[in-house]
Structure formats: structure tokens, C-alpha cells
T-cell receptor
Framework: NAGVTQTPKFQVLKTGQSMTLQCAQD?????MYWYRQDPGMGLRLIYY???????DKGEVPNGYNVSRLNKREFSLRLESAAPSQTSVYFC?????????FGPGTRLTVT | GEDVEQSLFLSVREGDSSVINCTYT??????LYWYKQEPGAGLQLLTY?????DMKQDQRLTVLLNKKDKHLSLRIADTQTGDSAIYFC?????????????FGSGTQLTVLP
């Protein structure tokens, strides 16, 4: 029972490159979330998915797209990376009241 | 929207109690959470409290909620060096079946030997 897994753990991109961050959960939760964490700013919600087949924008969706592939998997895509997207990205799943987080992906855009 | 505020730093001696404070602005927040983040790791859920409760105790952790003042605190008894981490307060209501959380900026707790 791995909980929430994320790949890759680290990534360096050049400005303008694209990439997809992967998240998978084995907790059988309906809700999944993508956050970014920047120093001194806590976590900010990028996108979330209340259930398979639905996605909604969070607080900071610009520059990102998401896909809820099935109940287990929720991916985050950067189509044209910018230095402002340098951050640590966390995926989470939602239980009845709480959210459980993956270990994060540290992304640097140069 | 919801705004959650925390002090940035707290330093205590090993064996003392730590109290981390948090304020939130949305009185309709139904659930309030404390998460712990160790260096290089994700967020670990420590505990949560419903807005209709005043207090919740779980081993060394005590959460106090003053709903009138929209103030939440986390008390860690007998603080150990392993408690050194960043502690995040989060508030959330319900949005259909997906509960959106708003996080504070985190309090860096340093435990001195």
C-alpha cells in the first residue's frame, strides 16, 4: 500500500520545454489535487478533480493542464515551462475529511 | 476567499511545550487541519478538528479551536528534536465532493537540545 506516489522526484527543464508530472494513488479516493509550494507561501491549489472525468481550476491554474486518466491517476502538464514555474509540486488525494500528500516533485526551470 | 495566517518561526527547548498558532478568516470553514512537513518530504496529516468542537487531544498533541475569534492552536507536549519541522495550518469547507483547503505559510519549529 504505497498511498500517493509521484514521478519524477526531480526535474530540470529549459524555458519553453514541456513535461508531465505523474501522480497515482491506491487509496481508492475520488478526489485528487495538485498543489505547488513556494518558499514562504504555503501550498497553493493548481487544479483538482472531484471524481474520475471531472477537473476544476484552483487558485493558480495558468500555465498548467491536468488529466484525470482514471480513478487512480491524475497528471499535471506544463506545456511551455517558465522560470516562474520553478517550485515543488505536490499531489494529494481526498478522503472523507482529510487530504493525503505524495512526496513531491522538485522542478527547476532555467 | 479564505485567508490563513501563521507566525513564521518558533523555537523551544527539548522537553518544553510548543504552541503554534493560526488564524483564519472564513467563519464557514468546517474543518481545520494541522500538517507536518519534514525537510524534503511531503505533508503528513497530524490531526484535524471539526468546527463544532472546541478541543481535540491525540497523545502529545492538543488542538484548541476558538471559533468566535477564528483562532486555532496546536500544542505539542514534551517537545522532542524529532518534532523539528514546518507545521501548516489549513482550513476547508466543502465543495461538492472535493474539499478545497487553504493553507497558511507554515511555522518553522526548531527544537533546541
Amino acid at each position: 500500500n504505497a498511498g500517493v506516489t509521484q514521478t519524477p522526484k526531480f526535474q530540470v527543464l529549459k524555458t519553453g520545454q514541456s513535461m508531465t508530472l505523474q501522480c497515482a494513488q491506491d487509496m481508492n479516493h475520488n478526489s485528487m489535487y495538485w498543489y505547488r509550494q513556494d518558499p514562504g507561501m504555503g501550498l497553493r491549489l493548481i487544479y483538482y478533480s472531484a471524481s474520475e472525468g471531472t477537473t476544476d481550476k484552483g487558485e493558480v491554474p495558468n500555465g498548467y493542464n491536468v488529466s484525470r486518466l482514471n480513478k487512480r491517476e491524475f497528471s499535471l502538464r506544463l506545456e511551455s515551462a517558465a522560470p516562474s514555474q520553478t517550485s515543488v509540486y505536490f499531489c494529494a488525494t481526498g478522503g472523507s475529511y482529510e487530504q493525503y500528500f505524495g512526496p513531491g516533485t522538485r522542478l527547476t526551470v532555467t | 476567499g479564505e485567508d490563513v495566517e501563521q507566525s513564521l518561526f518558533l523555537s523551544v527547548r527539548e522537553g518544553d511545550s510548543s504552541v503554534i498558532n493560526c488564524t483564519y478568516t472564513d467563519s464557514s470553514s468546517t474543518y481545520l487541519y494541522w500538517y507536518k512537513q519534514e525537510p524534503g518530504a511531503g505533508l503528513q496529516l497530524l490531526t484535524y478538528i471539526f468546527s463544532n468542537m472546541d478541543m481535540k487531544q491525540d497523545q502529545r498533541l492538543t488542538v484548541l479551536l476558538n471559533k468566535k475569534d477564528k483562532h486555532l492552536s496546536l500544542r505539542i507536549a514534551d517537545t522532542q528534536t524529532g518534532d523539528s519541522a514546518i507545521y501548516f495550518c489549513a482550513a476547508g469547507g466543502s465543495s461538492g465532493s472535493a474539499r478545497q483547503l487553504t493553507f497558511g505559510s507554515g511555522t518553522q519549529l526548531t527544537v533546541l537540545p
